[in-house]
């Protein structure tokens, strides 16, 4: 099969479209002929030799897919060829084949088109854990969600808005209109806006009970800050630095704050068997009602992965990221 390999660690110039063995399904597995891929931050972190797949992992680049069944395992019972599917991959979605566990695929929502479908599985998983799995986010609360125009900020804004949340966001100007169309209540400029402040001022000094964050070094004092009593941050990636220069501990005892690192690709398969399940039953009516549904910004062929690499790295996208590859 053709897959997208890194000639060596760097810059988008080092992605190629090359050879690769195609995989063959497991008795329990299924092989899935891919229509789409997504890009994911940590594909760049990959790509760049600073975020290495899972022991056992493929060492091709992509974390999720859509696309069709091609064959079946032994011990399969819940597909058949030509089902379509989307799902999580701890690797290997940037390539024209990939084998997946039964359990852990999906079927795509009805009325999702099937390249459309790859950009659901990764950010609604990453949202819903953080939302609902670790953070508990309850109707009437407040929650803060940073990079509120990312793929997962997209996802969370939805998410937290079917659980009832006030929702705060923080994104560049130009990203507010669409944070707002997806049930953002309150958006706020970060290169020009301090968000503690402005939380601070609309909640009367109370702050918010949830916090989604990516960036994390630049943002602890202020997130700790910002934070109600009893408020819980979930911290799900260091786009900003993992580093903490300076912080005012004292919140985290005197709110008693709870702080809960995570992520995804690394989880048993077990974990994530139960967290497919439990999206799948939050989530896939209201896809097919059209209440939830995935932001894409655009859509590449895959022999222009390097552009969209690019593209990515800019910062320039709202939503989701694809690459076409059937």
Request: proline residues 4%; contains cysteine; aromatic residues 8%.
């Amino acid at each position: 099969m053709k897959a997208v390999l890194v000639d060596k660690f760097g810059g988008s110039e080092n992605l190629r479209i090359g050879e690769w063995p195609t995989p063959e399904p497991g008795e329990n597995e299924i092989l899935v002929s891919i229509a789409a891929t997504a890009l994911n931050r940590a594909d760049i972190l990959q790509r760049e030799g600073r975020y290495p797949p899972p022991k056992g992992a493929s060492p091709i680049l992509g974390l999720e897919y859509s696309g069709r069944v091609a064959k079946v395992g032994a011990k399969v019972s819940r597909w058949e060829v030509g089902d379509e599917v989307c799902g999580l991959l701890a690797g290997g979605g940037y390539a024209e084949y990939v084998t997946v566990h039964e359990n852990l695929a999906m079927s795509v929502p009805q009325g999702i088109d099937l390249v459309q479908a790859a950009a659901i599985p990764e950010v609604f998983l990453t949202a819903f854990q953080a939302l609902d799995w670790l953070a508990g986010l309850n109707a009437g609360e407040k929650v803060l969600i940073h990079a509120g125009a990312s793929g997962v900020g997209t996802a969370a804004i939805q998410i937290a808005r079917e659980k009832g949340a006030e929702i705060f966001v923080t994104a560049s100007a130009g990203k507010h209109d669409i944070c707002k169309e997806l049930g953002a209540t309150h958006t706020i400029d970060y290169k020009t806006e301090s968000f503690a402040k402005v939380i601070a001022d609309i909640t009367n000094g109370e702050g918010v009970n949830v916090i989604i964050d990516f960036i994390s070094g630049p943002y602890f004092d202020a997130n700790l800050a910002s934070l109600a009593l009893e408020g819980r941050m979930i911290m799900l990636a260091f786009l900003g630095s993992p580093k903490v220069e300076s912080a005012n501990l004292g919140p985290i005892l005197r709110k008693r704050l709870t702080i809960i690192g995570s992520t995804l690709r690394a989880r048993t398969q077990k974990y994530k068997v139960k967290l497919t399940r439990d999206l799948n039953e939050f989530a896939w009516a209201k896809f097919a009602d059209g209440t939830l549904k995935p932001v894409i910004d655009s859509i590449y062929n895959w022999e222009e992965v390097a552009k969209a690499h690019d593209y990515m790295e800019a910062n320039k996208n709202s939503g989701k990221v694809l690459l076409r590859v059937h």
